[in-house]
């Protein structure tokens, strides 16, 4: 049982280990925490929470250049109808300064809760 012990602690490594991609468990992943961070062509990034109150809503965002712009959303309008269920929002279109998101499925009676978007802009 020992060798087992010794034999998983030579692979993971210590935290001080230097980075490496062919070294311990440790090393490798210092160095794609490096290398990544090397790499970051962020140029801008904005988070924004906001609740829908239609089935078309258009967030205002800071002034990006759509076509270099990742945007992330979370949140979904939940029905309260006769059965309950989820439609799980989209975004509809990005533009310099709006985003515009709606649900999936098109039925009135939603209720709305708290939906949050990220927009990534690259350089």
């Known amino acids: 049982m020992t060798w087992l ?31 990544l961070a090397a790499v970051t062509n962020v140029k801008s990034w904005q988070s924004i929470t906001f609740t829908p109150t239609t089935t078309s809503t258009t967030v205002t965002i800071s002034s990006v250049n759509p076509a270099k712009v990742m945007v992330f959303l979370n949140g979904h309008y939940a029905y309260s109808t006769s059965a309950p269920y989820i439609a799980m929002p989209y975004i509809d279109s990005v533009g310099a300064t709006s985003i515009v998101i709606k649900p999936g499925l098109s039925i009135t009676g939603p209720t709305y809760a708290p939906m949050s978007l990220i927009v990534v802009e690259l350089y």
Do not use: P
């Open 5 to 35: 012990v010794s034999l998983f602690l030579y692979h993971l490594g210590l935290r001080t280990d230097a980075a490496s991609s062919t070294g311990s468990l440790h090393a490798k992943t210092t160095d794609i925490k490096n290398t």
